[in-house]
């Protein structure tokens, strides 16, 4: 028999009880899917006396997280408290302790990678977080081991489960925002202060979190670009609708600018061969970027992520050997990220979570000149040169002329049109129009520069609202 | 600078290019992945000098494949010429040579999975097949590491896209089985003799790989009771629509009789947690038993497996901690399946696959009493014990009674009724008249019985049509 892995949790909320009361319930389970016993060793919470839904024997629990660092029988520390104070705190002494750590913590990746995963190379030990992103759905993995052939050339994640249920609720059932967001709340998907799920912020940690591992990128989360659904108006949904849109809110990334995000539909005839394309190699480009950015995209209504409902997680994932894979399942909740946390916990005791980490050498310096594996690292392009479609409506006096006032604008910063459609106005004729445009590629700055000057005509009732297109 | 990984292809057609392709001219990159070289050092094939549209150098080509098994330089044997009998052969040589094996063959492992992995442990080397199942989807991984936590309760799975780009050309342009299979032809997703793919063979090979992962289950492909599309109606498919349902040749395996195959859907407010649900343990059950079948099935049209078009593989997996995840992407082509299998050379290259093959034991006789780590093995539930709910259409004559005689047969079988249509007759009132049935779940022994006293009934005109429902 080998010998036992000693865990230690630090935290034992919904995400914590649930690693414990599977550690605790199924140890022959995991013990045979790890080839040696996994065993719970510490608990550390703040009031080990507190009643807790998950059977944990008392002399497990205690309120000292040195108990956990000194003890030698422990060897992976798992951190779930979250945030960036505490959590780092621990994750620092765990490492210099000598302690493998496991978290599902994605702000304190993206806010302190680099520090954290220094101190991990220095203590010669590892740090693991397949939680950290769409719960128990196993992008890490993929991203990291099974799509290692490719280069990623595009990610498109709907990574906000909270988010993607009001707007399944608004598309679905007509809701307003406000409804929408008081049922999640009602039933347990929202927070109190939905801040951080409605504005992107969120989604945004865990972009920064994707887009280290495919493209090593060294994106801060407030350098990406976001806007959330928390202004969504009900008329939007309806005309993307029309117009054979989804609106999701999603967490991208893409290269190769001005060639499409993604692949077109397989299922058509008309757009096949989604493997037998020949895209010149992204790492053939000496300083290749990435753009990023959080924000409600419209979808067709037969792309894969436009059929994502209610508070599922999914990420489409592009690269260049294998063309478009999907990932989806639940993004959150107890059962699911304690099914992550576990996995690293066995990929541990297997000797698996060693090697990747060796390998995949995250948020590390890109190689010296002269080492064999130079990594392709890419930069963050600047949010006012990237490319994309836009949708952008407007609410406008009904008088001649406005339609060419404002496709002059448009033109004179050479954004063309793909759609305009100008709704009819309220029944008495008075009160402003909807006009819906969508424009092909475009850079933002420059979209943005007549933007500005289209908001400034007088016959433009309130400032334009516009939101990008998913290909 | 590590020791380069060398690597030998055995079959150089579609997939063998793509691989040659991505070792030749990606070097750097893969290099960069895997912290070592990734050197293509021999390619065995039939005629050295037939033109190839991949150009590999000539010096490396050869029709002996003794020549890779005796080149000591060679780590790796790449098995891609399929079928059962010289793969095995090559398999097994390099096995004993001492080379580690990457293949794609599902055939191959379904047929013999126990001999070739008794042959690896023996010569100390590993078998890696993420390619042989649904080509760029990494199911494989997601199955025997992502989830390693869970116990598998059901797994559900597109995987033919021939047969998938069939049903959706027939569910979405009203193209008969023929048309659509002469289309499918034409396009280069399916073969001359199309047999194997629309009959459900291959689908059914693929499944005993997933089910041997998921339950340890010794299931030989032609214990799988299989039924194909080949006699597909397009009335059923019809038919089916008008009660909310799509049609999908599934793959399907599930435990726990008739508790229902999956969880229902989160986005419906009345039908929501899903992570948050007890189910009995089911390693609880001393000689559990698992039901397996390819077939097709009638899903809601809400199902995420319902909206999978055209030539993608999608697997929907539950397991008992994290719920339901799916995995969704091209299921063969040159890119997809080259991509899996330098994933696995990957592997191979950074010593993940030997950690990964040792813990698995996969394809092995239970551990022995006394060992730690006894693995929990399902059997093959008996075809005619396995419980579903049925889809049954009758050709019937108008008279009065019909209904009341078919009723009473499924009631002596203790079959309840879930929904009926009765369609209408053709124009001129002769002719027989469509009748569909829906039952609850039922044991699909009685379930046959019932049929066979259905179908000699006098008002019956031609044998009745059945199919398995998703739920």
Redo the contacts between chains.
């Keep these: 028999?080998?010998e036992p892995l000693g865990i230690a949790l630090v935290g034992c909320g919904t995400v914590g009880g649930?690693v414990a009361d599977?550690l605790l319930?199924?140890r022959?389970?995991?013990?045979?899917?790890?080839?040696?016993?996994l065993v719970l060793r510490r608990v550390v919470v703040r009031d080990p006396s507190k009643p807790r839904d998950v059977a944990i024997p008392r002399e497990l629990l205690t309120a000292d997280p040195g108990e956990a660092l000194r003890d030698p029988s422990v060897h992976v520390v798992v951190e779930l408290i979250g945030g960036t104070g505490a959590a780092k705190a621990i994750v620092l002494a765990a490492l210099a302790a000598g302690k493998h750590v496991v978290t599902a913590n994605k702000a304190l990746l993206a806010e302190a990678g680099y520090e954290l995963f220094e101190a991990a190379r220095r203590a010669e030990r590892v740090v693991c977080f397949?939680a950290a992103v769409a719960g128990?759905?196993?992008i890490i993995?993929?991203l990291g081991?099974?799509?290692?052939?490719?280069?990623i050339t595009a990610i498109q994640g709907i990574l906000n489960g909270t988010s993607n249920?009001i707007l399944?609720a608004m598309a679905e059932r007509g809701m307003t925002y406000a409804a929408a967001l008081a049922?999640a709340q009602r039933?347990g998907y929202a927070e109190a202060d939905p801040t951080l799920d409605v504005d992107g912020s969120d989604a945004a940690h865990k972009l920064a979190v994707l887009a280290q591992i495919a493209f090593g990128v060294a994106a801060r989360p407030d350098e990406i670009e976001r806007q959330g659904i928390d202004n969504l108006d009900p008329m939007d949904i309806r005309f993307a609708h029309e117009l054979g849109y989804t609106i999701k809110l999603l967490a991208e990334a893409w290269t190769g600018q001005g060639t499409g995000k993604r692949d077109r539909?397989?299922?058509?005839?008309d757009e096949?061969s989604?493997?037998?394309h020949r895209q010149p190699?992204p790492?053939d480009d000496p300083t290749p970027t990435v753009a990023l950015h959080v924000a409600p995209v419209l979808l067709r209504h037969?792309d894969?992520l436009a059929?994502v409902?209610?508070?599922?997680n999914?990420i489409l994932v592009h690269?260049d050997?294998?063309?478009?894979?999907?990932?989806?399942?639940?993004g959150a909740?107890?059962?699911?990220t304690?099914?992550?946390v576990?996995?690293d916990l066995?990929?541990l005791a297997?000797?698996?979570a060693q090697?990747?980490f060796?390998?995949a050498r995250l948020w590390s310096p890109p190689a010296r000149r002269g080492e064999?594996?130079?990594?392709?690292v890419y930069t963050v392009a600047p949010a006012e040169r990237v490319r994309s479609r836009f949708y952008l409506r407007l609410l406008v006096a009904d008088k001649p002329g406005v339609l060419a006032d404002i496709t002059r604008i448009l033109a004179d910063q050479g954004i063309s049109i793909s759609s305009v459609v100008q709704h009819e106005a309220a029944e008495d004729g008075t009160g402003p129009v909807p006009l819906v445009i969508v424009t092909h590629y475009a850079e933002t700055g420059r979209f943005k520069a007549a933007l500005g000057r289209i908001n400034a005509l007088p016959v433009v009732a309130v400032p334009a609202v516009f939101y990008s297109m998913g290909d």
Tied chains: 1, 2.
């Design positions: 028999m080998s649930g599977l319930r199924h022959d389970r995991l013990s045979s899917r790890a080839g040696r016993p397949e128990g759905v196993p993995r993929a081991e099974s799509l290692a052939a490719n280069q249920f399944t049922e039933l539909d397989p299922a058509d005839p096949r989604p493997t037998d190699d790492t037969t894969l059929q409902r209610g508070a599922y999914a690269g050997v294998v063309g478009e894979t999907l990932y989806q399942g639940p909740g107890r059962g699911p304690a099914s992550s576990v996995a066995i990929d297997v000797g698996r090697r990747t060796a390998a064999l594996a130079t990594r392709t």
